[in-house]
């Protein structure tokens, strides 16, 4: 059972344009949510996270929009750079016991020039 | 420096034939998990150990197997592997309620 629907799949931006991940959860337990970035050959780094008391975080050139009433969130890169060519990965975990966490399928990001 | 080392990096075996993959963080972390990520699947969790002799079974543990016998080790043994285990393993830790940390990965095939 996927618990975190992450789309698209792939994406491609120009060197400048805003990318734009979505992901969407069904526990209504999650209480935290990070995205994680992976370049190839490496392992995932976590890159910003949120919780859902806020439905916004910044930092830099990234931002996480959160929607606690429709259980959606998302990844804005604003101002690409081919830098940010990466895969990204939504995910989710909670605060009791172990807090797992749950990845989303992933995004593989292409920023041309 | 703050790492997680995975060793070996890649591996090519046979089917059947036993392997171990080695995991050891430096960052005195009590939880240790074990991921695999396979295209269109995203990272799904093995096994995880939230301290020394804790461990349980994550979303896809059959057929591997884990030992947490010491605080920065946390081993991943297939003891027959498969075809289908083929894929891109990575050992993670982190604090109660902290940041994951991953290791580099570790490729492995078996034909």
């Known amino acids: 059972q996927q618990q975190v629907k992450q789309s698209p799949q792939s994406l491609i931006v120009q060197k400048g344009g805003i990318s734009i991940i979505n992901c969407a959860y069904e526990n209504t337990a999650f209480d935290y949510f990070p995205w994680y970035q992976q370049f190839p050959g490496k392992g995932p780094a976590l890159l910003i996270a949120?919780?859902?008391?806020?439905s916004e975080k910044k930092e830099g050139r990234f931002t996480i929009s959160f929607n606690k009433s429709a259980k959606q969130f998302s990844l804005h890169i604003m101002d690409s750079q081919p830098g940010d060519s990466a895969t990204y990965f939504c995910a989710a975990s909670h605060s009791g016991g172990y807090q797992k966490v749950t990845f989303g399928t992933g995004t593989k990001l292409q920023v041309i020039p | 420096e703050a790492q997680v080392t995975q060793n070996p990096r890649y591996l090519i075996t046979v089917t059947g034939k036993k392997l171990t993959v080695t995991c050891s963080q430096n960052m005195n972390h009590e939880y240790m998990s074990w991921y695999r990520q396979d295209p269109g699947l995203g990272l799904r969790q093995i096994y995880y150990s939230m301290n020394v002799e804790v461990t349980d079974k994550g979303d896809v543990p059959e057929g591997y197997k884990v030992s947490r016998k010491e605080k920065r080790n946390f081993p991943l043994i297939l003891e027959s592997p498969s075809p289908n285990q083929t894929s891109l393993y990575f050992c993670a830790s982190r604090y109660a309620g902290g940041e994951q940390y991953f290791g580099p990965g570790t490729r492995l095939t078996v034909t």
């Open positions: 949120i919780r859902p008391d806020v």
